[in-house]
């Protein structure tokens, strides 16, 4: 079953601000439960802190919360000062690592089970963004911030992820919003394609999704895949035609 923290999801018009859940949160909430009942493995988060905002700050939580949880912890970011603050911030813990990295580059190469994995990198692009954060994209990537550049990167991140994330599993998608019958933001291809690919939706705040990697063994993940995308036409078949 679904659950919904949070206001539940948002619509394309709402892009997101106000004070919603940020996806560390609910990546925190769901966590301990997962780690009691699967494989051992790595908590991930691609897309260090950069800029410390309010209600941001999530390499320090996550890594904290992975510590207490007694699992190993790395983060990843393209731009070397987040790496270093990271390092500050972080101290000397055992079991945690900040890499400076291409994301989907990282996860493509990273060979260890995980956990849970925590997508929030190459921004969408909201008009808000600091000059700053501006001139690091164009300085380390040559390029600008673009939701189609949002999109891609998390689509390459979520591809990468999925044969290491143990069953069970998760992969939350940070600033992704319900956008009509699919989703908007970072998620809006990685998303469709990890429940194509056995993940299903299992919470979501108004501004991100958590993704559960189904158990079980691969056949049985297909018939649930096969399944969902039956009924999928089935309702759209069903449902009435939109009044002009």
Known sequence: TEATAG???MSGRDRPGGAALHGHGLLARLLPDVARKVPHGYVVEVGTTREKLPGQGSTVEL?????ELGLPFVTVDMD?????QARRDLGERNGVEAV???GEEFL???DRPVVAAY???FDIQHGKHSDYRVSRYREFLGTEITDEGAAAMHLACAEALMPRVVPGGLVVIDDTWSDGEGFGGKGRDAVPALLDGGFRI???TKTAVALQREPGPPIVRAAR???RRIMAAVRRTLRPPRSR
């Open 119 to 121: 997508l929030d990198a």
């Open 100 to 102: 400076t990295a291409l």
């Open 108 to 110: 493509a190469r990273f």
């Open 225 to 227: 895949r096969a399944l």
């Open 80 to 84: 070397p000062a987040n790496t270093e």
């Open 202 to 204: 299992v919470a979501r």
């Open 63 to 67: 890594a904290a919360l992975a510590t």
């Open 7 to 9: 206001r539940g999801a």
